[in-house]
């Protein structure tokens, strides 16, 4: 018995050597070192913040909210495209139409509302006439016909401002990139907004092509006075001076057809 008992102290007291690694595994019985239980204590806290994270997106409030679940969303039902900057005008303009002040304190028809929201977005991105999601793809071809298009139809229909604007180094990527690529609705007034928007979901890109031609129909007496830097200033401060209702009182007197526009379409297809 003394010797299995001296056996037992010899093991213990080789256990206790000053000379002995300590042990960064489990001890004795399976349980956990402070080491390892610190380390898990380190990944429950993780998840959970994970889990609280997950909890205030999906029931945050407000407008902010409900753009970031939309374009989450649709990231997801569209990976190739994921998110692309120019994308959350679009999907805030929509939230805006679809959103009821009367709703705001009742989840189900917040969500309802993202739902509806969601759904027209990625009808304008997928469907024809509109075809959005060319613009915000790879390689973003669809964004390089759109001005390819809106620089010709400039020097068509606006000759004069067309050489002047090339005269004085004034590229159309500087100053129209934004209005095309989200419609019009990055910097507009919205009641400008909305009534090019009812067009366009009605007839296509013809109307996005209309607007911007009144536009500069509208600028073209103060542009023609301009030089350089002074017309990026002016292009600059013009969307929250645009008149809607001006603006629409010339869109249509623009003899626009979508033969006009097919053509360049074509070129460029042609060219790249």
Known sequence: VGGEGGSGTGAAGGASNSNSKPNSGAGAGGSPTPVASRKLTRKLTREEKREIAKA????AKGGQASLRRVLRAYSVYDANVGYCQG????????????????DQDSPEAIMHHEEEAFWLLTTVMNEEPFRCREMFGEGMSGAHRVLYVAE??????????????????????MFA???LLTLYTS?????????????FLAEGWKIVYRVMLAILDD????????????????FRDLPSKVNGDAIFAKVFAIPLKHRHIEK?????????
């Open 219 to 234: 600028a073209s007496p103060k542009l023609l006075k301009l030089h350089f830097e002074e017309i990026l200033g002016y």
């Open 87 to 102: 994308m959350n005008f679009i999907a805030a303009m929509f939230i805006a139409i679809t959103h009821k002040e009367e």
């Open 152 to 173: 010709k139809l400039i020097g068509q229909f606006l000759p004069r401002l067309s050489r002047h604007l090339e005269k004085e180094g004034i590229h159309i990527t």
């Open 264 to 272: 360049w379409e074509d070129e460029w297809t042609a060219q790249n």
């Open 56 to 59: 205030d997106y999906a029931g």
């Open 187 to 199: 910097s507009f007034r919205f009641e400008l907004v909305t009534r090019v928007w009812d067009c």
């Open 177 to 179: 990139t934004q209005w």
